[in-house]
Structures are given as structure tokens and as C-alpha cells.
């Protein structure tokens, strides 16, 4: 019993630091969605997710990806290396390592404003 009892706070006070640290460090990093959506269209992305009624269906429905609560740090990594993130399939999706900080930042704003 005094095993669980640590367990269970042990899990509590993990998601509490590290839900401090991403909201730190979500308020020292911010993007455009509006840019973001731009960028969502040039590189093409619409190839393989659908937003509303356009888009593919080889990567999953991003309709309402704002309503996952990955936050900004996670959409950044799951675009870099999309592997990082222990998706399910992550070689399906590439890699876009070659953007700059700003563009990973207008388009984690993007992704998160879907809601
Ligand atoms: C060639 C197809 C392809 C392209 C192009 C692509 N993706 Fe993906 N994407 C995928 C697949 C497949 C997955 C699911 C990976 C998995 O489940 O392991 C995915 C997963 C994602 C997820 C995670 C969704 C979630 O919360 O579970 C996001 C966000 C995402 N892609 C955004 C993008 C953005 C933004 C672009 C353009 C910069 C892009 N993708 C381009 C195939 C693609």
C-alpha cells in the first residue's frame, strides 16, 4: 500500500513539473498561426492531413489538433523528427529539419490554434 501511495505522488508530482516547465517555456515562445498557415500550404502538408473538409488521409485528421494539448514544444520536435515524438508510424511522416525557429514556431502556433 505505501509503495502505491508513493507511486501515485511520485506520478502527480512529475506531470505538475513538467506541466510548470512547458508553460514556462510555452510563454517565452510564441508564433503566428496566421504565417503558419501559409507555411502549412507551401510545404504541402495538406498532401497527406486533412483540415476541415481538404487534405489527404495518409497522416491523421489535424482538424482539431489544438485540442490534443501536445503544446508548442511537442509540435516543434514532431515536425523536426517527427520519430522523437513515438508516434505510431513516424517514418510516414518527413522530417522538416531545414526550417528556421521562426518557422517551426508560426507553424506549432498554427497547429495549435486548430481547434
Ligand atoms: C508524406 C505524408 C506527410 C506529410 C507531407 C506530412 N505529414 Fe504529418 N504526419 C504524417 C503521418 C503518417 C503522421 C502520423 C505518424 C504516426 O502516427 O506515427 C503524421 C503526424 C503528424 C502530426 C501529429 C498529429 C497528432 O497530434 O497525433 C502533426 C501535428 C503533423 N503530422 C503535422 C504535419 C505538418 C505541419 C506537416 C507539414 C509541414 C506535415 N505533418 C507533413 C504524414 C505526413
Redesign the pocket.
Known sequence: MKVLKFAVFLAISTTVLLGAEAWASEKARSGSPEKGKIL?NK???Y???RIGNEGGN???D?TT?GT?K?GMEW?MR??AD?SSTH????E???K?DRLTEKMFLD?AAY?ESLK
Open positions: 502549412y510545404l504541402r502538408c498532401y497527406c492531413h495518409t497522416g491523421p489535424l489538433e490534443k501536445r509540435q514532431n515536425l517527427p508516434l505510431r508510424h513516424p510516414n511522416m518527413p522538416f507553424l497547429l
